[in-house]
Each structure stands twice: as structure tokens, then as C-alpha cells.
């Protein structure tokens, strides 16, 4: 079946510091990538859609320079939290729906869980 | 703007009991509705997906069923097993919007 990957699965930094999430779909190409954001025993909230070979589209309320994104190819991409605080601690999940933006199902990654100190 | 709400936000059952979880939708004007499974520190894994047009979903013990125009989906697991603990997900897709909109999770705990 599709798989999505994200690296790394765990990241803590200091305050102050960029954190690069990769998301990857494995055995499927994604022209379109959603990056969400978990708090705990909250619903996933989604952050921002990411297209292949254009700027991606935010959620209102997100940041985009502080949340870049970056979909450098049809296998990958990669969101990078800038200049890193304590509330952006939190768990960060890409999904990628196989067969083009609009196809039924969804593949999640893993996750990651980012820790600012 | 869709707002999805699940019911209870928590529950234990016994083994063997059957689950009964609920998920209500404001906007009636679904594409479709998927159940996800998600276990602590972990990405979701789909379990079931229920287009509009569609009644109902089944997959061995995982039943999902659609009630469009009450705004209503209920996932019930039978015969529950401990392997079952985890926080299951409820998220709709609406026409014209490529996003899934996402309730708050039922965690679930299945006592041995």
C-alpha cells in the first residue's frame, strides 16, 4: 500500500534554532502534500497545503514566514519551523492523497514530535 | 466553515464489549467521511471511508455508518480487544474543498 514517511520522527532544539521536517510518499507521487499540527488531545489542525512547483496555500492564522515550505518534487516535501519557540512545540503530520489533490483517501505519515526548550 | 465533534471524548470498555463511537459534522454537504485510527505518538492510519452516497462501511469487526443529512457517523467495533486501545479520528471532506476537517478523537482503552 502508499506509504508516507516523515524524518525525523523526533527533534529537540533550543529556542531560537530552524527545524526541517521532510515528508516523503514512498511508492506514489503527491503533487499535493498537507501539513497539520497536533496539540495534545486536540484535533489534527491543518497548517497549510503544499503543491509541487508553486508556493504553498496557508491556513489562516499560519505564519508563512515562519512556517516555510518547500515541495521540491513530486516524492517530497519539507516544512521547516524558523526561528523555533516553546508553544511550537507539538506533533507535525504531513499527509499526501494519492492520485492527485481531490482522490478519496489520504496517507498520513508518522509524525513528528518537535520539543523547543 | 465545518466543524466535526466526536462523542465521548473518552471511554473504557471490557474486553469482548462492543464500541459504539459517535461523530456529528455541522455541513451536510460532505464528499466523503473517514475513520482513522491513531495510536499514541503516532501518525493515523485509515480504517474506513464512506463516500456521500454511501450508507454504511464494513470491515471485519469495523462497521461506519453515514447519516448525511442528520450530519451523523457512528464506528462501531465489535467484540473488543485490547489491541483496540487507541484514539480513533473522525474527519469529512467537503465539495469544493480539497481538506479534511477533523474532530477531536474518542480515545478508546480496552480493559483485559
Known amino acids: 500500500g502508499a506509504v508516507v514517511s516523515q524524518h525525523p520522527s523526533r527533534v529537540i532544539c533550543k529556542s531560537g534554532t530552524s527545524v526541517k521536517i521532510e515528508c516523503r510518499s514512498l511508492?506514489?507521487?503527491?503533487?499535493?502534500m498537507f501539513w497539520y499540527r497536533q496539540f495534545p488531545k486536540q484535533s489534527l489542525m491543518l497548517m497549510a497545503t503544499?503543491?509541487?512547483?508553486?508556493?504553498?496555500?496557508?491556513e489562516q492564522g499560519v505564519e508563512k514566514d515562519k512556517f516555510l515550505i518547500n515541495h521540491a518534487s513530486l516524492t517530497l516535501s519539507t516544512l521547516t519551523v524558523t526561528s523555533a519557540h516553546p508553544e511550537d512545540s507539538s506533533f507535525y503530520i504531513c499527509?499526501?492523497?494519492?492520485?492527485?489533490?481531490?482522490?478519496?483517501?489520504?496517507?498520513f505519515g508518522p509524525g513528528t514530535r518537535l520539543t523547543v526548550l | 466553515k465545518q466543524e466535526v465533534t466526536q462523542i465521548p471524548a473518552a471511554l473504557s470498555v471490557p474486553e469482548g464489549e462492543n464500541l459504539v463511537l459517535n461523530c456529528s459534522f455541522t455541513?451536510?454537504?460532505?464528499?466523503?467521511l473517514q475513520w482513522f485510527r491513531q495510536d499514541p505518538g503516532k501518525g493515523l492510519t485509515s480504517l474506513l471511508l464512506?463516500?456521500?452516497?454511501?450508507r454504511e462501511q464494513t470491515s471485519g469487526r469495523l462497521n461506519a455508518s453515514l447519516d448525511k443529512s442528520s450530519g451523523r457517523s457512528t464506528l462501531y467495533i465489535a467484540a473488543s480487544q485490547p489491541g483496540d486501545s487507541a484514539t480513533y479520528l473522525c474527519?469529512?471532506?467537503?465539495?469544493?474543498?480539497?481538506?479534511?476537517?477533523f474532530g477531536k478523537g474518542n480515545q478508546v482503552v480496552v480493559i483485559p
Open positions: 499527509s499526501a492523497p494519492r492520485g492527485g489533490a481531490s482522490t478519496d483517501t489520504q496517507y
Open positions: 511508492d506514489f507521487q503527491a503533487t499535493t
Open positions: 503544499s503543491n509541487e512547483g508553486s508556493k504553498a496555500t496557508y
Open positions: 455541513d451536510s454537504a460532505i464528499y466523503n
Open positions: 464512506i463516500q456521500s452516497s454511501q
Open positions: 474527519a469529512v471532506k467537503s465539495y469544493g474543498n480539497n481538506r479534511l476537517a
